[in-house]
């Protein structure tokens, strides 16, 4: 038995998002494991560190998958890599130990949001960036953004109130712009769903001086979604970084 | 009547190229024109400053309009852009002389070729490089295209043999690189047909060390296309300016 750690990058636009579905082939996980399964000629899973929704993209999803005995070198990025199509493609695979499972043995991941904010839509970007065509003030989104770090009960920045638990840590997040370009990341131990998108939102409320940054701290307390911020689009978003082991590796 | 230059940026993956065909509506032109008459309640047409292949990208193709007489402000990137696909934006409309024509009043072209040398193909580069993995040698590259700067007959490089003359004008040529991304910047007086795709598919295979850089000359004088790279493919290929006027302007 071996089991590999796979790094996937995917541009989300033509699917229903990683997690496999029974009526539709239109989901990251079932083509990967179609393809995985095609190249060995028998039936395997792949394990996805978590799901990402319909249309959001993977510049470093992994997954991990277990396989009876040793594929040759190449099996994944050559022979897998040919099957595959062309808006979904393994960077690398390793071997690594019996064990690992590419969600629970996840200890983090970092998220990217990126946001045109020029008066037109950009016609190269436009399925990777959410077009918001407003004048931001960076640093205030950078102070709701402080307010965010550390662990807290995130329940109301989620659309699903029935984990287990909805206390999470973020580490880290950055506001930087160029131009008319503006990226948030996002580095944490794991994100609730909708949460990266709902924490733009909020953010993207800021910046455009429609709330305070003061306001983000009673989204903690209240734990009212109707008080965080608007779902941003599921095309801005890109898993960018799945970390195991110590914090940051 | 009054005539209006437009600058219009376009994804051109899923057109057949900027030319107006009698049996399809998926060129630019058409879909340009079909846009503007329904906007306008008559029927109008469109001059580009010349035509794209199939697949040929522009962040800045230029076209003259006449209308009958003045629109009132933000009727191209308002009311036009709305009835437009979201891969073909126009990104700026002025009032110009009447007389002018957007490809008799051109006097030059800036176009740029994108290569993608990584060992797998970027996920989200894709539809906007050529990916060509292997080792280049930029300063070969850039070495050869010293050779084609400057006033020729550029019979060799081109896959029409039907034009008036063959001659033009490259002002200059710049290969740029940077990771795995290399860049070809051409800028000259105007382009035969394939002209850019052939040079850029001479210019890699002397990067690629598959010919030398003194190799090239010997194309111009011999005009024999037979003796010129391989065509590089569209999805590589941006119009990025056209210029009116002086050189440059």
Redesign the interface.
């Known amino acids: 038995m071996r089991t590999y750690k796979l790094t996937v990058?995917?541009?989300g636009t033509r699917y229903q998002g990683w997690q496999r579905q029974v009526n539709t082939g239109r989901t990251i996980q079932g083509i990967l494991e179609n393809a995985i399964s095609d190249a060995a000629g028998y039936d395997i899973e792949v394990d996805g560190s978590g799901r990402t929704d319909a249309g959001v993209?993977a510049l470093g999803q992994t997954a991990s998958v277990v396989l009876p005995g040793t594929v040759e070198d190449g099996f994944f990025?050559g022979s897998v890599?040919q099957r595959l199509p062309?808006?979904?493609?393994i960077?690398e695979a390793h071997l690594v130990k019996n064990g690992f499972h590419a969600r629970k043995s996840a200890s983090g991941k970092i998220y990217e949001y990126r946001i045109d904010t020029g008066r037109?839509?950009?016609?190269?970007q436009?399925r990777?960036c959410y077009h918001f065509p407003q004048e931001l003030d960076l640093a205030v989104m950078q102070e709701a953004a402080e307010h965010l770090k550390g662990t807290h009960d995130f329940a109301g920045f989620t659309d699903k109130k029935d984990e287990t638990s909805t206390k999470r840590e973020i580490y880290d997040i950055i506001v930087s712009g160029q131009g008319s370009s503006v990226t948030i990341r996002y580095e944490g131990t794991g994100f609730l769903y909708h949460m990266v998108r709902i924490l733009t939102g909020t953010l993207l409320e800021t910046g455009a001086r429609r709330r305070t940054a003061e306001s983000v701290p009673g989204i903690l307390q209240t734990k009212d979604r109707g008080q965080a911020g608007f779902l941003a689009p599921a095309r801005g978003l890109f898993l960018r970084e799945v970390h195991y082991g110590q914090r940051g590796r």
């Open positions: 990058a995917y541009d993209h990025t890599n062309e808006d979904i493609r960077c037109r839509p950009d016609v190269f436009r990777y």
